[in-house]
């Protein structure tokens, strides 16, 4: 992967045209091949479009099984509005329900669900130690059982006392961090925090891959062996989310100097293959 970093590391942008040919997938990097499908331009004003997202305030009382500190909103504007052609998930120090801080964790399920297709949101991530932003995905009706049976794919994930990289992830039954066999790569992006980069993945069925301005920095292979390690065959849906602490993002405690801390989205495409 030195190579790629060292791409990022210096700010080049290259375009890889991949062509993968097998059992029917094939997936060229270019955008003609490319049908969108769903889309959220961030083209308005106020609270995000209720037709395409949802917020996910469940997990609230026993802190997203991650020993969170946020308490996630249900339609605050302080939390999450759109504005100047973004949205903004933003994370506040406020006392609420017994926490200490609000967020917002926006999701499309049941309103944009998707098995297969690239998928990009061009976004700036927040930092500061104790935070940690992402952009990610989960089963929309987990066919394999509760997580990590039925999967989940980490389209980039930031954590403030690294603040330097950024890490792309797939969990399954298999390979998941409970067990410290999760799938994926940290990328040098020091800029991540002071700049917009679109992170994306590439879904087919025998692969993922996973870019960083269209330079592919991971691939998660299908290994053929079952649902225990590809449980990726079955639609998933995305999440938005700026999380406070937790067992990794708050390895190192929390700066409450760094609030608000905003994350801010400019657009979410969704697309299918032509082919």
């Known amino acids: 992967m030195g190579k790629y970093h060292s791409v990022l590391r210096f700010g080049i942008t290259l375009l890889f045209f991949v062509i993968f040919l097998k059992f029917g997938c094939t997936f060229i990097r270019s955008s003609s091949d490319w049908q969108l499908v769903w889309s959220d331009e961030f083209n308005y004003h106020g609270l995000p479009n209720p037709l395409k ?4 305030t469940i997990g609230n009382s026993y802190g997203w099984g991650n020993k969170e500190l946020q308490y996630y909103t249900y339609a605050v504007p302080e939390n999450a509005w759109v504005e100047g052609g973004f949205l903004h998930i933003r994370a506040q120090k406020e006392r609420i329900h017994g926490f200490d801080y609000t967020s917002a964790r926006l999701t499309t399920r049941h309103k944009g669900d998707w098995k297969y297709g690239r998928v990009e949101v061009r976004a700036k991530l927040p930092g500061g130690i104790g935070i940690w932003p992402a952009i990610w995905m989960l089963p929309t009706d987990g066919e394999y ?3 990590p049976k039925s999967g989940e794919i980490d389209i980039v994930e930031h954590v403030g006392f690294i603040p330097d990289s ?3 992830t797939v ?7 409970m067990i410290n066999t999760q799938k994926g790569t940290s990328v040098f992006l020091p800029q991540s925090g002071h700049e917009f980069h679109v992170y994306a993945i590439e879904w087919c069925s025998e692969k993922i891959d996973f870019f960083i301005d269209d330079v592919l920095v991971y691939t998660f292979n299908n290994s053929s062996e079952g649902a225990a390690e590809w449980p990726f065959d079955q639609k998933f849906h995305l999440l938005l989310n700026v999380a406070v602490g937790g067992n990794w993002g708050g390895q190192q405690g929390v700066d409450d100097s760094i609030f608000p801390a905003t994350m801010l989205i400019d657009y979410v495409r969704v697309y299918r293959s032509r082919n």
């Open 53 to 56: 997202w949802n917020y996910d």
């Open 145 to 147: 059982g509760r997580w």
């Open 166 to 168: 950024v890490f792309v």
């Open 171 to 177: 969990h399954t039954e298999m390979f998941n961090h």
